[in-house]
């Protein structure tokens, strides 16, 4: 089965709305990452990860090693949130496995 | 300061044909990775090395693929005898530290084997 399972698979994404993304693994990690893959495919780092929390505008990311999950909460959504979100678990300086990502749509009015 | 830089972005092929793939990675990043992103699906690692030396190559199909970073700065993915089931985006991303840092990526090179 995955190491990285990402849930949902695909969402909408309406205005001014909150969304969240989670990933479980079933392998064990010390690091996670999330990136978020835009329309021309370029993959740009969020979250750089030890287990805690992080925040950087609208994006709140966590990440608990011992339940094996990380979460990406994305507050006020804007257009410009749209593409596919991957997140991604190594243990520490190893190489990252990555999850199938979420492909965030936008929802228009 | 100046990203991870890939050639070439694109590259169309007739199965049975060579390839080469070239990475720049930001400078002083000690581990390169090589990761192939088939379409709708999460990067998935190939090869990954640590200045010069190959740290996992276990996912590399070795008949086809070979990987090399000879000074421990650029790198070259080659792909020997293309197949339409190598259809995918190859990505290059470099971190500091082994790896126990931030992963940053290239733009990838979009290849299609006909």
């Known amino acids: 089965g995955d190491k990285v399972k990402q849930s949902p698979s695909a969402l909408s994404l309406q205005e001014g709305t909150n969304s969240a993304l989670r990933c479980n693994f079933s392998i064990a990690a010390t690091t996670v990452q999330w990136f978020l893959q835009n329309p021309r495919g370029s993959l740009i780092n969020l979250f750089y990860?030890?287990?805690g929390t992080k925040e950087n505008g609208r994006l709140k990311s966590a990440f608990d090693s011992k339940e094996s999950y990380s979460t990406l909460h994305i507050r006020d959504a804007q257009l410009e949130d749209s593409g596919t979100y991957f997140c991604?678990?190594?243990?520490?300086?190893?190489?990252?496995?990555f999850g199938s990502g979420t492909k965030v749509i936008p929802c228009l009015p | 300061e100046a990203g991870v830089t890939q050639s070439p972005r694109y590259a169309v092929l007739q199965e049975g044909q060579a390839v080469s793939f070239w990475c720049d990675p930001i400078?002083?990043?000690?581990?390169l990775y090589w990761y192939q992103q088939p379409r709708d699906q999460g990067p998935q690692l190939l090869v990954y090395?640590?200045?010069?030396?190959?740290?996992?190559n276990s996912q590399l199909p070795s008949d086809r693929f070979s990987a090399v970073r000879p000074k421990g700065t650029n790198s070259t993915l080659k792909i020997q005898s293309a197949k339409q089931g190598d259809t995918a985006t190859y990505l290059c991303?470099?971190?500091?530290?082994?790896?126990?840092?931030?992963?940053?990526f290239g733009s990838g090179t979009r290849l299609t084997v006909l």
């Open positions: 991303a470099s971190s500091l530290l082994g790896g126990a840092e931030t992963l940053y």
């Open positions: 990860l030890v287990p």
């Open positions: 400078s002083g990043h000690d581990t």
């Open positions: 991604a678990a190594g243990g520490f300086a190893s190489a990252l496995t």
């Open positions: 090395f640590r200045d010069e030396a190959v740290i996992d």
